[in-house]
């Protein structure tokens, strides 16, 4: 599909398959059939499909997780959505307040334009929310169909590059308050970084067709250079070290970028399997990513209880995020 729609005639069918190749993404999902892409017109319609599919998507992940967590929609006190792939007024969030059964009441905070940094961000603005308010229950949602973004007649290296390696999924994250009892990982602390002269480095140039994106070769060196200053300071501040951290929650940026951070941060061997595993099975799911790295590290790698773990991701800005966890 994207040979037929972006290269031209003259262009070596063979750099899209090693670009392909080099992602390391072995299976995707889509938000539409294969076929479908090609019968969206313009922006306007690559939108409503959008729509089309988040809001029955984010239903049903956000009816899970509450599932997950023993609670009801009436209990959901802050519902956080979270998108960089697609835009809506009423937003996603207000259209799922009626279907799923939520209270009028509840409070929301739709977020468009942190990119992948957006998963760990949300999860660390939820728990500034509930440090206020205790006894909250609150929800943050992602749904990132990154294929709608897909640009036709572009054989830019940035848009083969993102074909090769975005996917399409979405994600929910339960959060309570101290004064309710609940399982799951503890938030001990968060750090935003934003990094100066880099608005440049990553995120979408909005054009006539939709979301072009800006994907500049610097980004490993850009982790390299500060992430080791940033991790060890925020570990610092809570009397930590790497050492102690048991469990790495890291977005799956691309190939790349993860070898910067293994080698920036000097991790141990398999530190980041979990990461790799999940950009393999579903390509980078943009903001959702980190959060389903969180549920695989939950499930499969079931770290030490009151061990350290550490979310990282970074995105558009150029900016990191990070959450201290205690599992």
């Known amino acids: 599909m994207v040979?037929?729609?972006?290269?031209?005639?003259?262009?070596?069918?063979?750099?899209?398959?090693?670009?392909?190749?080099?992602?390391?993404?072995?299976?995707?999902?889509?938000?539409?059939?294969?076929?479908?892409?090609?019968?969206?017109?313009?922006?306007?319609?690559?939108?409503?499909?959008?729509?089309?599919?988040?809001?029955?998507?984010?239903?049903?992940?956000?009816?899970?997780?509450?599932?997950?967590a023993g609670l009801s929609p009436r209990d959901v006190d802050l519902l956080m959505f979270t998108s960089v792939t697609g835009i809506a007024a009423p937003s996603v969030d207000a259209r799922l307040v009626q279907r799923l059964g939520l209270r009028p009441d509840v409070k929301r905070v739709p977020?468009?334009?942190?990119?992948?940094?957006?998963?760990?961000?949300?999860?660390?603005?939820?728990?500034?929310?509930?440090?206020g308010r205790p006894d909250d229950v609150a929800v943050l949602l992602s749904v990132e169909l990154c294929s709608l973004t897909f640009q036709?007649?572009?054989?830019?290296?940035a848009n083969l590059v993102a074909s090769g390696l975005f996917g399409d999924g979405?994600?929910?994250?339960v959060a309570c308050g101290s004064r309710r009892r609940a399982a799951g990982p503890v938030v001990i602390g968060t750090r935003s970084h934003l990094y100066p002269d880099t608005e440049e480095v990553m995120g979408w140039?909005?054009?006539?067709?939709?979301?072009?994106?800006?994907?500049?070769?610097?980004?490993?060196?850009?982790v390299r250079k500060n992430l080791p200053e940033e991790v060890d300071g925020f570990l610092a501040e809570h009397g930590l070290r790497r050492q102690d951290i048991t469990a790495w929650v890291?977005?799956?940026?691309?190939?790349?970028?993860?070898e910067a951070v293994e080698e920036a941060l000097e991790l141990p061997d398999g530190a980041l399997d979990m990461t790799w595993r999940s950009l393999a099975a579903v390509g980078n799911l943009s903001s959702s990513s980190v959060l389903?790295?969180?549920?695989?590290?939950?499930?499969?790698?079931?770290?030490?209880?009151?061990?350290?773990?550490?979310?990282?991701?970074?995105?558009?800005?150029?900016?990191?995020?990070?959450?201290?966890?205690?599992?």
């Open 170 to 173: 979405a994600a929910a994250v």
């Open 292 to 327: 389903h790295v969180l549920r695989d590290t939950l499930e499969q790698r079931q770290p030490p209880p009151g061990t350290a773990g550490l979310m990282l991701a970074m995105g558009p800005g150029f900016c990191s995020e990070l959450v201290l966890l205690r599992w």
């Open 205 to 222: 140039d909005i054009t006539g067709s939709g979301f072009r994106i800006v994907l500049d070769a610097s980004v490993p060196d850009l």
């Open 111 to 131: 977020v468009f334009g942190l990119g992948c940094v957006a998963g760990a961000a949300g999860v660390a603005r939820l728990h500034d929310y509930l440090l």
């Open 152 to 157: 036709r007649n572009d054989p830019s290296p």
């Open 250 to 258: 890291c977005h799956p940026g691309g190939p790349k970028v993860l």
């Open 3 to 68: 040979a037929r729609a972006c290269l031209p005639g003259t262009v070596d069918r063979r750099v899209l398959d090693r670009l392909h190749s080099s992602a390391r993404v072995l299976t995707r999902h889509t938000a539409l059939p294969l076929e479908q892409y090609a019968e969206l017109k313009d922006f306007g319609e690559v939108n409503d499909a959008f729509i089309a599919t988040a809001v029955p998507l984010g239903a049903e992940v956000v009816g899970g997780a509450l599932d997950a």
